[in-house]
């Protein structure tokens, strides 16, 4: 199975080892926290490329 570009918010969440209510929270406080915008693809369907978390992921782990 291949590794999907993108990925839905639940997924994200798991991706980036917080809840799914921790990942909304990050992105409502983007000015402090940095978290990557995701991208709306239909009414219904949101999703966040996989490498913009993996270089905030990485980003976080630096100023640790």
């Known amino acids: 199975m291949t590794e999907s570009a ?6 994200a969440a798991r991706f980036i080892g917080v ?3 921790t990942l909304w929270r990050y992105l409502a406080n983007r ?3 940095g978290f ?3 991208k709306k693809v239909s009414e ?3 999703v ?3 490498a913009d978390l993996e270089a905030w992921v990485e ?3 630096l100023s640790a």
């Open 44 to 46: 219904r369907v949101t």
């Open 31 to 33: 000015d402090k926290t």
């Open 6 to 11: 993108y990925l839905r918010p639940a997924d």
């Open 59 to 61: 980003s976080r782990d």
């Open 36 to 38: 990557p915008q995701p």
């Open 19 to 21: 809840g799914l209510s």
């Open 48 to 50: 966040f490329k996989r």
